[in-house]
């Protein structure tokens, strides 16, 4: 399945409000690249051979942020949404307009696609079904804003041996934590891993989850190991 890149060059006061936009609204998975933290990091660290050598061309005061569609989208609607988003954003932010621009990434390339990118600081549900999928696991998706109980529900109906939770606001955290407890009440074999914007190694063990997945490579690894391919 082909993949639809939308890139987005916007100032780093909008990026939390747009990826809100893209996840929540348009359904899309993102990954956030900073140039900053590409210049603070030491070049001796494996990942940095791997870089996109573009976004050291990027003003120190930007951030690229990569949307991820189905290839069949309307692309023109949906740059036209993002762009009005940015319109939006900026009536409260001093981020001005952006600079858009789309690629289709092909089939073959899209499951190593990410090893373009020096490192991924947010992803979306989405993306992480994809790569997923294409790795062979059979997913379940619930949606958004998805209550404990459909989680549980959907554990019973498909026998569920992994869950993956994602939040992208600090304020989700508590509710992430709430279904965890529950699924650990009613599905003590069930396994747990937790990812996103806001979530580190140290939140994952505090919503008491069983692995923290900092991109979507690193939830396939935890899934290959529950299921020990």
């Keep these: 399945m082909d993949c639809i890149q939308i890139e987005v060059e916007t100032k780093t006061e909008a990026v939390e409000a747009l990826s809100y936009y893209i996840i929540d609204e348009l359904e899309g998975g993102i990954e956030i690249c900073d140039p900053k933290d590409v210049i603070s990091q030491d070049k001796t660290q ?16 930007k951030v690229i942020l990569k949307a991820y569609f189905n290839v069949e989208i309307n692309i023109e609607d949906y740059v036209s949404k993002i762009s009005n988003q940015l319109v939006h954003i900026s ?5 001005g307009t952006g600079k858009i621009s789309v690629l289709e990434i092909p089939e073959e390339k899209w499951a190593h696609e990410w090893k373009k990118y020096y490192k991924v600081f947010d992803i979306g549900k989405n993306i ?17 804003d998805v209550k404990s109980q459909a989680v549980l529900d959907a554990i019973a109906e498909h026998n569920v041996q992994l869950v993956g939770l994602s939040a992208l606001m600090t304020t989700t955290v508590e509710s992430m934590k709430d279904t965890i407890a529950e699924v ?17 190694p140290e939140l ?7 692995f923290y997945a900092k991109d979507a490579m690193e939830a396939v690894r935890i899934a290959e190991k529950v299921f020990q391919k």
């Design 46 to 61: 494996v990942w940095y051979d791997l870089i996109d050598d573009s976004l050291l061309d990027v003003d120190m005061d």
């Design 91 to 95: 009536q409260f932010l001093d981020v």
């Design 128 to 144: 992480v079904k994809v790569i997923m999928s294409n790795y062979g696991f059979n997913i379940i998706d619930l949606g958004k």
């Design 184 to 200: 650990r009440q009613h599905y003590p074999q069930c396994q747990i891993f937790v990812g996103g914007a806001v979530l580190t």
């Design 204 to 210: 994952a063990e505090f919503v008491s989850a069983d």
